[in-house]
Nanobody
Framework: QVQLVESGGGLVQPGGSLRLSCVASESGGSIGAMGWYRQAPGKQRDYVARITSGGSTNYEVSVKGRFTISRDNAKNTVYLQMNSLKPEDTAVYYC?????????WGQGTQVTVSS
């Protein structure tokens, strides 16, 4: 069982930055890949970025070069540094973690990019 708690969302102007954090409390086994999805109002949940336990990263095309995913394995924490934010980045951001062939999700944190 894994519980994920996100933080760091908020309101930011276009061109601004935010850093999201997600802490995983796990019992039994080592957490595998962790990452982020986002869901804008009226749209499906979309992939944003992923990082393996070894540190390999992957990004959705529209955020590549603006967002950076990282993790601290000792703290079971994944981060998403978001720079050059655009209004279209507005969404609820959800972190996930893979453990023992199951995927666990956080409750989401709202990111709003608006002037």
């Amino acid at each position: 069982q894994v519980q994920l708690v996100e933080s760091g969302g908020g309101l930011v102007q276009p061109g601004g930055s935010l850093r999201l954090s997600c802490v995983a409390s796990e019992s039994g086994g080592s957490i595998g890949a962790m990452g982020w999805y986002r869901q804008a109002p009226g749209k499906q949940r979309d992939y944003v970025a992923r990082i393996t336990s070894g540190g390999s990263t992957n990004y959705e095309v529209s955020v590549k070069g603006r967002f950076t995913i990282s993790r601290d394995n000792a703290k079971n924490t994944v981060y998403l540094q978001m720079n050059s934010l655009k209004p279209e980045d507005t969404a609820v951001y959800y972190c996930y973690a893979d453990l023992l062939r199951r995927t666990y999700w956080g409750q989401g944190t709202q990111v709003t990019v608006s002037s």
